[in-house]
């Protein structure tokens, strides 16, 4: 049978097909060996061929290796055994034997010559093949996630994201070193143990039998550990979880009392990873213990045969130190080859996802490269029939039967409540996804027809939340006509009233509106969107409630941005605001998936049906524009607040010593440490005392016949007596230095926590204490410390002890030859520091790197708004010329890194070398110097040269450890203004009076600017008070005072006349219950984010009671666990208006005197409103209400309406005393 044939039995057998019917297209599973050759596929024949030049390269030098050792070293350990055998019998003369030993030395150098070239040529070969691999890679699959139908990310985008953060990353290891260091470590062990049967069979398969039971324990252990390594990333990852709730959720856990409760989850979550990282630690020392044990068990059982072979006249004893050397050393490359095996098989499972996915065929991905493309686009748009269910949920149908028509050149308007199917109807039109039953006909044409990137190209949509991307305003509005030269783009932004804020910003249409437009108001980010639309001159507009997120003051500039937009053109607007609505000339009202009504405005209200409904519930909206008295245009980047330098007096934090030195007062601290230091001084001094004994097992066959045995048995007991000891000592110097980490780092870590917690709000404004910043510090500075701390900082003290320990050893043996050694020690550690001189050349790759990831994260996060732009390949560009970047910088560093590293490596084979040429002289000067113990010096300075690496590398992050600590440290001893968690403070009985009197204010990191200015409010108890103005008046500063999230400059704030300041904060803020626009909920069930924050024992009853007040409790019980029910993180899992339902009730559930609303109903539908407007009406009941909000229909209730204007008082009454007085809140109503 041919290999070609045999190939393709092998490629079935790792192939299975899968048919998935939700997405309409069959997968590929592919095996993982399969995965490898597919990847392979993408590679270039050049890319290939280095990648094999690579893995011939590590065959090669694994080949030379243990060659060099039978036919270099044995010979002159041969030599130097005569010669120490009493009396001299074999007439050896050193002096003329030096020749021949010299010889050797030659061969050795050259071997090492050798070495060094193969190691350049592996390590660049496998680089650049690599580099050039995986970004081919990143490629393909980038355009793959672009071009696949939208279904795929609604069930899995996290999986992507992670694909693209993750396994792709992971790809760049596989190819770069793991396929290489595998072929090194195969071969090493296969070739050592050819040559060692063939040398002694007896003895070599005897030491590989032993070989072969310690990798498989090791096998076992590395699993072990894996296993523990796994739960405790599961709780580092919780750890994490809860840090970032805390802060991104730092008012809501204030408001509600939660710091005992984040701390208790904190303190708990910690104590689990702390004990499964010991324990993950322990298990990696017992393996790293057991490996210390076997190689000395292995010498044993193989010396202890060899005497006896010897006896019998079997068995040459200088190939017993050879035998040992190289078999032993292919134990080490097992226990490392185990360890990068399963490092294969992780990465293997991202290859396989990868390859999987690329393989992956859709009726959808053909129809983007191929389908009609007519010559004229017709806007004559026909649903017939359509059904439709997202795949995520199959079971509910979106649209029933929806049969429609929208006319080429004509407005037509698609409204109805949240859920109708609505926004599914543009979302069809684009093609984003495939209805599951019937036909959506453009010109006669099914769309499923059509070619996709033509019909996309015809199409511009305008969404609710507009994306952008992090690069400037010109290329976010090139994104939607990628060939538009800067005259066109301007031209579209005038239309889309854009260019007059652009033009103000400081660098026009370069300024970068930063991570999803932040930099930019919710305004400008839409017409910029709109822009971004039009610039194509799309045939057909699609905008998706283009104005319902926006203030009436920006909705009005949107709104006539896109009455622009519109002007020829057919549009389809979907909205819930009837105000959007009226000029179209058709519109259809859906309910439940389906038309129930169809006409112009005026049409459907004298029908009086099911539109009317509509439009009487927004009646009250119709009026609502209070919110914005001279509201300004102005952008975030040019009212960037001025922020004042961090200094040290804000904190109370300084770096004495004292407080850097947490522990030196814990005697369970001081002892640890002490144990970790003794075990690792201990474990340190094996590799000087091995090679010592060593050197004794080759000199005990110099011995006279009778006597061999019994010293035999004296050297063994020694030998493991070493491993006992040796046993022990890696096992507690692991232990002892992690459990002192864990102590110290434990209790900063909580320290930092409990800060974070109970600090007062003010402190995150102030430069570097922003929740990121503070969230950065708190989850990555740990692992970074733990990275030179713990085990790691034994691993680096055994390090520079046993190469101390071995200099003494070899100048105790010979002064003359250590001498001789140093200066190649010196060498060796210049060309370390120098390999790690490429970290700043990595740095800048990495940083290049993680820029491309986080663009190609981007892009994936935001597939939707790429795939309507069908600006696929423009991206897809974009990305290959950042990784084309980041390969080029790397290049220079790849052959210096190669150089250094390969020159380091073989240096520490010369070792032996010096031996040769310089060591025999000292032999033949001096009886006195044994050649077996130069030999044991010789082998102990190879290994210790081969440490200086490792220990330089492990201590290259202490700078950056050592900023990590300070930056811990600064957070554990920041200042406290306000300590919620004391006691101390008055407990009055709260009614409900506040009354702010001469009150001052202005923001910490804003001194100059004056936010209220002798503010004198009075309100009564059980009322209800409405808070209205412009933003930036100060209606969200009063709600921040009450809660104590700051503290006035001057004036006084007054509950039932008490000073707010005199009042314990706990208690007042437990007296309280507030309500945000966002509600915030933690990832716990509906349960426990309702009990949130409340410290006493509450009945079941009670949680009910408060659901209902919430109008949530009927909901909830239709949930299958109820009240037990998990609400995801953020509440993923319920909708906007549960959500918020859920947080009335948890204010509602602790009985406050005042209750905070602060704009509780404005993200809302009108459906959604009206059901939370009742909820907080029922809350409101006999409580303290203060209220803020811009719709009028939340406030015109309110027993009393105060009008701010740049934080004073201008106007106060109910609403028909002050339409009355005909001033600035009938300005606001009626302008």
Aim: proline share 2%; glycine share 6%.
């Amino acid at each position: 049978m041919k290999m070609k044939n045999l190939f393709r039995i092998w490629d079935r057998s790792q192939t299975v097909y899968e048919i998935d019917q939700k997405n309409n297209c069959r997968k590929k599973k592919i095996g993982k060996l399969r995965a490898i050759y597919k990847i392979l596929g993408h590679a270039s024949k050049r890319d290939n061929i280095m990648l094999g030049v690579s893995i011939f390269s590590a065959f090669a030098i694994a080949f030379v290796a243990p060659i060099a050792m039978y036919t270099l070293i044995a010979p002159v350990l041969n030599v130097f055994l005569k010669l120490e055998t009493p009396g001299n019998p074999y007439h050896i003369n050193m002096t003329a034997e030096i020749p021949m030993v010299r010889f050797y030395g030659y061969g050795y150098c050259a071997i090492g010559v050798v070495t060094l070239f193969l190691s350049i040529i592996q390590i660049m070969a496998s680089e650049i093949a690599s580099r050039n691999i995986t970004s081919k890679i990143k490629t393909a699959y980038l355009s793959k996630m672009l071009s696949i139908e939208t279904a795929w990310y609604d069930r899995s985008q996290e999986q992507f994201v992670y694909t693209v953060s993750h396994d792709l990353q992971k790809m760049i290891v596989l190819f770069d070193t793991e396929m290489t260091n595998a072929a090194e470590m195969v071969s090493y062990f296969i070739f050592g143990c050819i040559s060692g049967i063939v040398v002694s069979w007896r003895v070599a398969l005897l030491s590989l039998g032993l070989m072969l039971l310690t990798m498989l324990a090791l096998y076992f252990i590395l699993q072990a550990s894996k296993k523990k390594a796994n739960l405790q990333q599961d709780f580092v990852k919780k750890c994490t979880k809860i840090t970032s709730e805390v802060l991104g959720n730092a008012r809501t856990v204030a408001a509600y009392g939660g710091e005992y409760e984040e701390i208790k989850r904190y303190k708990s979550t910690l104590k689990m990873a702390n004990k499964y990282g010991l324990q993950h630690i322990t298990v990696i020392s017992a393996g790293k213990a057991f490996t210390y044990f076997q190689l000395c068990i292995i010498y044993i059982v193989a010396y202890y045969f060899s005497v006896r072979l010897y006896l019998m006249d079997d068995f040459d004893p200088a190939f017993l130190a050879v035998i040992l050397t190289v078999q032993i050393n292919s134990l080490y490359n097992c226990s490392y080859m185990l360890s990068t095996v399963s490092d294969i098989y992780m990465v293997l499972d991202s290859v396989q996802r990868v390859t999987n996915f690329l393989d992956t065929e859709t009726s959808y991905s053909k129809s983007m490269e191929h389908g009609i493309e007519p010559n004229t686009f017709k806007a004559d748009i026909s649903f017939r029939n359509v059904q439709f269910s997202y795949p995520t949920n199959l079971y509910t149908k979106v649209l029933h039967d929806l049969t429609l028509d929208i006319e080429p050149g004509k407005v037509t308007a698609v409204v109805g409540t949240s859920g109708t199917g609505k926004s599914t109807i543009v979302s069809l039109i684009s093609r984003l996804y495939d209805p599951i039953a019937g036909q959506i006909l453009i010109g006669g044409v099914d769309i499923k027809k059509l070619n996709v990137s033509w019909l996309r190209n015809q199409i511009g949509v305008v969404t609710q939340e507009p994306t952008l991307f992090d690069t400037s305003i010109e290329e976010n509005i090139r994104y939607g006509k990628t060939t538009a030269t800067l005259e066109e783009i301007i031209e579209a932004a005038k239309i889309s009233n854009a260019h007059g804020f652009i033009e103000k910003l400081p660098s026009g249409y370069a300024s970068i509106v930063g991570e999803r437009g932040t930099k930019l108001s919710g305004g400008q980010k839409q017409r910029i969107a709109i822009a971004r639309a039009i610039v194509r001159k799309p045939k057909l507009l699609l905008l998706d409630e283009a104005t319902s997120a926006l203030d009436t003051h920006s909705e009005g500039i949107v709104q006539e941005a896109l009455d622009n937009a519109m002007r020829g053109r057919t549009t389809v607007i979907v909205a819930h605001r009837m105000s959007t609505v009226k000029k179209a000339d058709v519109i259809y009202a859906m309910k439940e998936g389906r038309v129930v009504e169809k006409g112009t405005h005026s049409e459907l209200m004298e029908l009086g049906g099911y539109y009317y409904s509509l439009a009487m519930i927004q009646e009250l909206e119709e009026k609502d524009k209070v919110v914005t008295i001279n509201h300004k245009d102005v952008s975030r980047e040019e009212s960037v607040e001025e922020t004042i330098p961090f200094v040290e007096e804000n904190m109370e934090f300084s770096q004495d010593k004292k407080k850097l030195r947490l522990t030196t007062k814990n005697i369970k601290m001081m002892l640890v440490s002490f144990f970790a230091i003794l075990f690792a001084t201990i474990t340190s001094t094996f590799l000087s005392i091995f090679h010592y004994i060593f050197s004794l097992l080759c000199q005990s066959f110099t011995y006279a016949r009778d006597e061999i045995m019994h010293v035999a048995m004296v050297d063994i007991g020694y030998l493991f007596g070493l491993a006992v000891i040796t046993f022990f000592s890696v096992i507690f110097s692991d232990m002892f230095s992690t459990i002192a980490t864990q102590i110290w780092l434990g209790k900063l870590q909580k320290k930092a926590f409990n800060k974070i917690v109970s600090i007062d709000i003010s402190w995150f404004d102030w430069r570097g204490n922003s929740p990121n910043e503070c969230l950065e510090i708190l989850t990555n500075t740990p692992s970074l410390i733990e990275s030179v701390t713990g085990d790691r900082a034994a691993h680096v003290l055994i390090f520079v002890l046993s190469l101390v320990f071995t200099v003494v050893y070899s100048f105790l043996v010979s002064v003359s030859v250590s001498l001789a050694n140093l200066p190649l020690f010196l060498i060796i550690i210049i060309l370390n520091c120098l390999r790690l001189k490429t970290r700043d050349a990595d740095a800048r790759v990495a940083a290049l790197t993680t820029r491309s990831t986080k663009v190609a994260t981007e892009y994936v996060q935001s597939v939707k708004t790429i795939q309507i732009l069908n600006c696929q390949k423009y991206v897809v560009n974009q990305y290959q010329e950042m990784l084309a970047r980041s390969k080029k910088e790397a290049m220079g560093s790849i052959a210096w890194y190669a150089v250094v590293y390969s020159f380091s490596k073989t240096l520490i084979r010369w070792t032996l070398a010096i031996l040769f040429f310089y060591g025999v002289d000292v032999i033949a000067r001096d009886n006195n110097v044994r050649g077996t113990l130069l030999i044991g010096v010789a082998f102990t300075l190879s290994v210790a040269s081969s440490l200086i690496g490792p220990a330089l590398v492990a201590t290259s992050n202490y700078p950056s450890a050592r900023q990590a600590i300070k930056q811990l440290y600064r957070i554990a001893y920041s200042r406290k203004v306000l300590n919620t968690l004391t006691d101390e403070g008055i407990k009055p009985e709260i009614r409900g009076n506040v009354e702010f009197q001469d009150v001052m204010f202005s923001y910490p990191t804003r001194e100059k600017v004056q936010v209220l200015k002798r503010l004198n409010l009075k309100i009564e108890a059980g009322k209800t008070v409405a808070l209205v103005g412009d933003s930036g008046c100060g209606k969200s500063t009063i709600v921040s005072l009450l809660e104590r999230f700051y503290l006035p400059n001057e004036g006084k704030i007054l509950i039932d006349g008490n000073d707010i300041n005199d009042i314990n904060v706990r208690y007042l803020r437990s007296q309280m219950g507030l309500v945000s626009q966002e509600p915030v909920l933690f990832d716990m069930t509906i349960k426990e984010n309702i009990l949130y924050g409340l410290e006493d024992e509450v009945t079941m009853d009670k949680i009910i009671e408060a659901a209902k007040i919430a109008n949530i409790h009927d909901f909830i019980m239709k949930l299958p666990q109820a009240y037990e029910t998990s609400v995801g993180e953020r509440g993923s899992k319920l909708s906007g208006g549960q959500k918020q339902r859920i947080a009335i009730a948890r204010a509602v559930l602790r009985n406050p005197k005042i209750l905070l609303l602060d704009e509780a109903t404005s993200a809302l539908d009108t459906e959604n409103e009206k059901v939370v407007q009742e909820a907080l009406e029922n809350a409101s009941v006999g409580r303290t209400t203060i209220v803020i909000a811009h719709r009028l229909s939340t406030i015109r209730k309110a027993d009393k309406i105060v009008v701010l204007q740049s934080g004073v008082v201008v106007e106060e009454g109910n609403h028909e005393q002050l339409m009355e007085r005909r001033s600035h809140y009938f300005n606001m109503i009626n302008r």
